[in-house]
């Protein structure tokens, strides 16, 4: 591997639209590197403020997706067939409302399409297979949301060899010659009436797939079906199943014998807690103590499990399996146990002419068995970068990679009853970089939009050499998404291969984001009763929005930022006062004020008056500061030596002798005669916190 040439175009591009995600175009796709069994954390992704795509994406027939809203991934499969799963506002896995898919090989100005699909039903999850990929080629998966909608959701993958498609009869099952898993996306429709599943615990087939097999190795079976909308501790749909015997083999369905029946499910009527061990993955377990499950889930023995089965080499079985929800959802299958099934063994040899290394010949040579029926069709899927890419010949067939890199074959057999197994072969090809080469590599950066966040990306841009151009931060993990996101500030080697596996590399700074910030300002120290100003400062100007935490005790002059910025504060209590502020470019940054109230609360009661009507001291009240004048006088009351009550008064201004007591029984106007009385103030105060006063006062004449 050569280093040849190096160039370095750094573009900067300024703050993006903070919102737009990153990969809202095919070229910046999220690369997706695990497609075995994956499904990403909750929430992973988001589409909120997509936009359309600027490339054209292809519809076609049967496709409905509107490409207003869309963000892009890419994957590699393994295998000849993905499953993709998209669950939005379900089970706690996202947001997004009515989620739509399409699946597309690349490149990215030239796609073309090779399945999609949107939500069938209300769950806001949808899934699609495709199948017949090239192994190790990149796919771009477009996620989109229904009528517009934008929000969060999950990815799962899962690479598998397809069986054929499912049937709905019996006489027409998907003949099984080996125990791979296998999924099914969708599961619509239903065959003709079947006596023989009547008259089983499932009692009628609602949305049904059929399988039968003949057993090569005699042993023990067991199998684990999934809904492809299980999420544990929610309810999915509800999957039941019969196995059954062939007596007479694999064509003898109208005798079948049933030997395994499971239909548990729902308690209509009942709260899921009572009847969630009968939900979820279903089928065969050693050790199970039942061989039926009737429908529902009254039994304590009920778990949608029921035993194993021990198969008979050279017996035939077959397989019902029944989504009694009907939500036009699939399943997936995994097998287990000693048995093997009967069927063809595909194998092959890989040889090279001079060596292992692109643009040199490769010998493939066909090695199958053929143990209990005949091989009719072989199909060769050599890969990403093969030529040819595929063959239906019986072999040896000469290949020669354009690429280098781990290569993964299949070889996928049909026999004559039908079984159609695959086998899969992994190899290395050795690069063949020319010194001619004349690869480079350029970059666009965007910087730190924000302090603190991982906001800054890469996007390499390869020239010349040999596309398809894959690219990578550490020169040994390499992606085909040209976009590296989620960076924080600091210096990166960008890296990039060809296919022929010529490198080079360009060094590149993301520089971090200017200060962006608020300051709420010093300590404030205010006695009960007291307002202050508060000053936020914001640098390196005006917010776009700014928000306290708590508006309660807050007064604004105006609804402007700069008003929002600059509050007049009454407080009640000691408390932290806490500002956000964001700009456009969706950055944040907050502050908080300590505030600290002295809850002192000074009243003066005097303990003399003269209630003489000459307007001096001739009234008894309350006297205090703006911590209760706010608040007031909530009850005041006079009391003579005896304790009888001659005055009362309720909700009562402070400060304001004019409305205090006279020195007069009641309202009667009758004044007392000279002596002490005794008095009961409440007093209640800014903080809602109210205060009883006791005292005496003399009344002179």
């Not at 035993?307 to 079985?317: E, F």
Request: aromatic share 10%; net charge negative; proline share 6%.
């Amino acid at each position: 591997m050569r280093i040849i040439y190096l160039s370095l175009v750094l573009t900067f591009l300024g703050i993006r639209l903070a919102a737009q995600p990153i990969n809202d175009e095919c070229f910046s796709s999220f690369y997706l590197p695990n497609t075995d069994d994956w499904c990403s954390d909750a929430g992973a992704y988001t589409n909120v403020n997509a936009t359309a795509s600027s490339v054209t994406v292809p519809t076609g027939a049967g496709c409905f997706l509107s490409h207003d809203n869309e963000v892009w991934f890419s994957f590699k499969p393994q295998t000849t067939a993905m499953y993709v799963k998209i669950t939005g506002a379900a089970f706690g896995l996202g947001t997004l409302q009515n989620p739509g898919i399409g699946v597309f090989r690349g490149p990215c100005n030239s796609l073309t399409r090779i399945g999609c699909n949107l939500v069938s039903t209300s769950t806001n999850q949808v899934e699609l297979s495709v199948e017949s990929l090239v192994i190790g080629a990149t796919y771009y998966l477009l996620v989109e949301g229904g009528s517009l909608s934008t929000g969060t959701f999950q990815i799962c993958l899962n690479g598998f060899i397809p069986p054929p498609s499912p049937e709905s009869d019996c006489g027409n099952a998907v003949v099984l010659c080996d125990k791979s898993a296998f999924v099914v996306d969708t599961l619509l429709g239903v065959g003709a009436i079947d006596p023989g599943v009547t008259n089983t615990c499932v009692n009628q087939e609602l949305s049904s797939a059929w399988y039968k097999w003949t057993c090569y190795t005699s042993g023990s079976l067991t199998f684990t079906i999934t809904p492809n909308n299980y999420h544990a501790g929610f309810e999915s749909d509800d999957i039941d199943f019969v196995v059954y015997e062939l007596p007479g083999g694999l064509t003898d369905c109208a005798h079948k014998q049933v030997l395994r029946c499971m239909a548990s499910g729902a308690n209509v009527g009942q709260p899921y807690s009572n009847w969630k061990r009968c939900n979820g993955p279903t089928g065969l377990a050693a050790g199970d103590p039942d061989d039926t499950e009737p429908a529902g889930c009254q039994l304590n023995s009920q778990n949608s499990f029921v035993n194993a089965l021990d198969i008979v080499a050279g017996h035939s079985y077959a397989l019902m399996i029944n989504n009694f929800s009907q939500s036009g959802l699939g399943f997936s299958i995994e097998w287990g146990g000693t048995a093997t099934f009967q069927g063809p063994e595909p194998g092959f040899d890989v040889s090279a002419v001079q060596a292992f290394e692109c643009d040199k010949t490769i010998i493939f040579s066909n090695e199958s068995l053929q143990p209990t029926d005949s091989i009719i069709e072989y199909l060769w899927n050599f890969g990403a970068g093969a030529n040819p890419p595929s063959s239906t010949l019986t072999g040896p067939i000469s290949v020669i990679y354009d690429s280098f890199g781990d290569k993964k074959v299949a070889l996928t057999v049909t026999s004559e009853k039908g079984c159609v197994v695959t086998k899969l072969i992994d190899f290395y090809i050795e690069p063949c970089c020319a010194d001619t080469s004349t690869l480079g590599v350029t970059a666009n950066v965007q910087h730190q939009v924000c302090p603190g966040t991982a906001s800054g990306f890469i996007q390499g841009i390869g020239t010349s050499g040999a596309p398809e151009y894959q690219y990578s931060l550490d020169c040994m993990n390499y992606q085909p998404a040209e976009v590296f996101p989620f960076l924080l500030p600091g210096d990166y080697t960008l890296c990039i291969q060809d296919e022929k596996g010529c490198e080079n590399q360009v060094d590149v700074t993301v520089l971090p984001a200017t200060g962006f910030g608020v300051e709420a300002g010093d300590t404030i120290f205010l006695q009960l009763g007291d307002s202050s100003d508060i000053h936020a400062m914001t640098f390196p100007g005006l917010p776009s929005t700014a928000t306290w935490e708590d508006t309660t005790n807050l007064h604004f002059a105006g609804n402007s930022v700069q008003d929002i910025l600059n509050p007049t504060v009454l407080p009640t209590m000691t408390d932290w006062y806490v500002i956000t502020i964001t700009n456009d470019a969706g950055c944040s940054a907050t502050d908080s004020v300590l505030i600290i109230v002295d809850p002192y609360k000074p009243i003066y009661i005097p303990n003399v008056i003269s209630a003489n009507q000459d307007g001096i001291n001739d009234k008894l009240t309350v006297y205090g500061n703006k911590a209760a004048k706010i608040k007031g006088i909530e009850l005041f009351q006079i009391f003579d030596r005896w304790g009888g009550l001659i005055w009362e008064k309720e909700n009562l201004p402070l400060n304001d002798a004019s409305l205090g007591w006279d020195g007069t029984l009641g309202d009667t106007g009758k004044a007392v005669n000279p002596g002490v009385f005794a008095y009961m103030v409440r007093v209640n105060f800014l903080d809602n916190i109210p205060v009883t006063y006791h005292g005496t006062v003399t009344v002179l004449r």
